[in-house]
């Protein structure tokens, strides 16, 4: 399946709002963790069935729904009546190919990003899709694994480190996109630590380097196709001017948008340095075919005056001047020889090697 573009031939033709998955199954069934807390306590359980949320919804504390498996349409489609989620909405949820977004309704605030993981051993960058649907009091996060993104949140939550506690589920979105904005930055540092030990090797690779500067090449291309857009998610997020949003919120919001542009100027940095390292080996390889035609072109000038006195003594006339003389032979191979040492001497002296 391709990397840039998935697969949409299911999605072919059908109705807009069609609750179609589109991407790659991660997991064999979908779950459902439900977090409830305020600033005195924290109650965490897994539900069985949709309808047991209810009660866990109320106005004195913060719900926070975790489904992990995005296979399940009926299930998604049980959670959008239940909390009256728009079929678009629910239509970009499903499909993994959807690029980072956001969106503002009357009830709700729908985010739509990209977790990264760099896998040195496979040497490539692997991404999930993840969404938040904000409400009033509570925060449905909807991922394609079971992997824990936001195990810093819950360690936030129950130990009641900072505000998370006593603010609403504008705050808790705020902390989880921070933690996958920290998330980008990070993964993008170890990408960047292996480009940097390639420069190590420009003098002494053959092929394998420049198949590696294009495969991360490609990587980092990966990369950027994903995190740019949530420049302008956070930027829309920042300007929206939504009642789910408390005032305070948008401060650390701002602070959120300098962390993206800083995590997509890192991606340019480092593509940069790739094509650096490109255009250095490129060039590392011209010098070395210069100084392989530097020697060769030397030894071509040493033997034309060589082969031009070999050629007049090897003509067929009968009169040649010491053609016939005792010790001829052995002058000749020593002009030879004196030609090849001025030669040498000059060229030297020219600094042409």
């Known amino acids: 399946m391709a990397r840039f573009l998935k697969d949409k031939q299911k999605s072919k033709g059908a109705a807009p709002g069609s609750l179609i998955f589109i991407g790659r199954q991660k997991m064999d069934y979908s779950c459902i963790r439900v977090t409830q807390y305020n600033a005195e306590y924290v109650k965490e359980g897994e539900v069985k069935a ?7 919804l109320s106005d004195d504390h913060v719900v926070w729904i975790s489904v992990r498996g995005l296979q399940d349409t009926n299930l998604i489609g049980k959670l959008g009546k239940k909390f009256d989620i728009s079929a678009l909405i629910l239509e970009d949820i499903l499909n993994t190919d959807e690029r980072p977004k956001f969106i503002e309704d009357d009830k709700h605030l729908f985010v739509i990003l990209k977790s990264l993981n760099f896998n040195r051993e496979l040497r490539k960058v692997q991404i999930d899709q993840i969404s938040l649907i904000v409400g009033k009091n509570y925060l449905i996060s ?37 933690t996958l904005v920290d998330n980008y930055i990070l993964n993008i540092e170890k990408l960047g630590n292996v480009i940097e030990e390639q420069e190590k090797l420009l003098l002494t690779s053959g092929k394998e380097l420049v198949e590696n500067i294009y495969h991360y090449k490609t990587e980092l291309s990966y990369v950027r196709n994903n995190v740019r857009p949530v420049k ?33 100027e890192a991606i340019e940095i480092y593509y940069t340095m ?6 250095s080996y490129n060039a590392t390889i011209s010098n070395n075919v210069n100084d392989i035609m530097k020697v060769l072109t030397i030894f071509s000038a040493i033997f034309i005056p060589l082969t031009f006195i070999v050629g007049v003594y090897g003509m067929n006339f009968d009169y040649i001047p010491f053609l016939r003389y005792r010790y001829a032979y052995f002058i000749l191979w020593g002009i030879m020889i004196a030609i090849v040492i001025l030669m040498l001497f000059f060229f030297k002296r020219k600094r042409w090697f």
């Open 274 to 279: 790739l094509s650096d390292q490109q255009n």
């Open 232 to 264: 302008e998610l956070m930027t829309r997020f920042v300007t929206c001017d939504s009642d789910l949003i408390n005032d305070h919120t948008y401060n650390y919001l701002r602070d959120l948008e300098g962390l993206v542009t800083q995590a997509l």
């Open 142 to 178: 909807i991922q394609e694994t079971d992997n824990e993104y936001f195990e810093d949140v819950s360690k936030r939550i129950y130990a009641g480190q900072g505000k998370i506690r006593s603010l609403s589920s504008d705050y808790l979105c705020y902390a989880m996109i921070d």
């Open 50 to 56: 949709l309808d047991k949320i209810s009660e866990y």
